[in-house]
């Protein structure tokens, strides 16, 4: 076997016994015969398996029973559209731009009523997140809308926001399942097409929009008073979700221990990064990903050398976002600790020879 350390900030890294798991059940899944990607979603193998992924997901997140779990297709790109139409219920919503998806998503929500911008780092480049404490938020808004963890400038939030009457929505699509999160401070923390959602928001509509009105593949309460089975849902998305879920909670042993890893594994690079002068990491110290380490050489042209000098040492998809340029290193949970010794291995001997 001859695998790369995969630094991409998604597609990404997926967990060796989990791959191994689905390569054994790929032609023949529990003797129905047939793959997760060829079977009905109507079977009993299918229904099986998506009753077991929200159950797993249930219990490695804590999730309370008065929150509903669904599989969604589009991403977190259509929860962008989703999320306004039907919870913008007073006409407005304030947004929190700390980053590109955020920018996104308040753009989106405009199309629907106002998204108020309530605060945003654009200022100094998304390299901090605003003091959520210190914002002045709108009484009247439906709710407060943020992107809990920024993959493309590498910032994170420390603390969310939380408002007396007023929902939060959460992006959270590059961190969740990272460390243990309080699902009960949320509407709907969105990722790779899960929405988690508090069931008492559920059939509305955004202000001037009837319910009835709201397209059916873009209204929550379709999708889950059917249980994630009105049309035919991302079935293989979802069968690798549920082994991600037994691998977190069997093999890993909880969200507690992977946090331990995440933190572990994140230190190493920052440590390194903080302790020399070839590369500079831009963000605030206190806001910086867990999950997403960007950084910089001393000049683009570096920058272009590393990255090729990179690849062909196997450590492959360190070339930053286009908005940003540098390097990013994404870590995700799959990442083993070796492959960020590694990294720090070979950026130490880059650095040696280019400095």
């Given at each position: ?31 129905s ?6 079977m ?26 008065n929150?509903?779990i ?6 977190a ?31 989106e ?59 939060l ?54 999708l889950?008073?059917?249980d ?57 110290a ?6 997403n ?26 070339k ?15 990442m ?5 010794n590694?990294?720090v ?11």
């Amino acid at each position: 076997m001859n695998r790369v350390y995969n630094f991409s900030a998604g597609p990404s890294m997926l967990p060796v016994p989990v791959l191994q798991k689905a390569q054994a059940d790929l032609l023949d899944y529990h003797g129905s015969g047939m793959s997760v990607m060829e079977m009905s979603h109507r079977s009993k193998w299918f229904d099986e398996i998506i009753q077991n992924t929200e159950a797993g997901i249930r219990k490695v997140l804590n999730v309370p029973d008065n929150y509903k779990i669904g599989f969604f297709q589009g991403g977190a790109t259509q929860q962008f559209a989703m999320v306004p139409l039907n919870f913008m219920t007073t006409g407005t919503a304030d947004y929190l731009v700390t980053g590109n998806f955020s920018k996104k998503a308040a753009e989106e929500a405009a199309k629907f009523g106002t998204a108020r911008i309530a605060a945003s780092s654009k200022d100094k480049n998304f390299t901090y997140i605003p003091d959520v404490k210190a914002i002045a938020y709108d009484p009247n808004a439906s709710y407060i809308h943020i992107c809990q963890n920024n993959t493309i400038f590498g910032t994170t939030y420390k603390d969310v926001p939380q408002v007396d009457g007023i929902p939060l929505v959460a992006d959270m699509s590059s961190m969740i399942f990272s460390e243990p999160t309080d699902v009960s401070k949320y509407v709907a923390p969105a990722g790779m097409a899960i929405a988690i959602i508090r069931d008492d928001l559920l059939g509305k509509s955004a202000k001037g929009i009837p319910a009835e009105k709201i397209p059916t593949m873009m209204n929550y309460t379709t999708l889950l008073d059917k249980d994630s089975m009105y049309n035919t849902p991302p079935c293989w998305c979802i069968y690798m979700t549920g082994l991600v879920m037994d691998y977190l909670q069997n093999e890993v042993g909880g969200l507690e221990e992977m946090a331990k890893i995440n933190h572990a594994k994140a230190k190493v690079l920052y440590d390194y990064l903080d302790g020399q002068d070839f590369y500079n990491n831009p963000v605030q110290a206190e806001y910086r990903s867990m999950m997403n380490v960007t950084f910089t050489s001393p000049n683009p042209d570096m920058d272009k050398k590393f990255c090729a000098a990179a690849t062909e040492a196997g450590f492959v998809n360190l070339k930053g976002h286009r908005l940003v340029g540098g390097m990013r290193a994404s870590i995700y949970n799959a990442m083993p600790a070796q492959g960020v010794n590694d990294l720090v291995d070979f950026m130490e001997k880059f650095r040696k020879e280019n400095a």
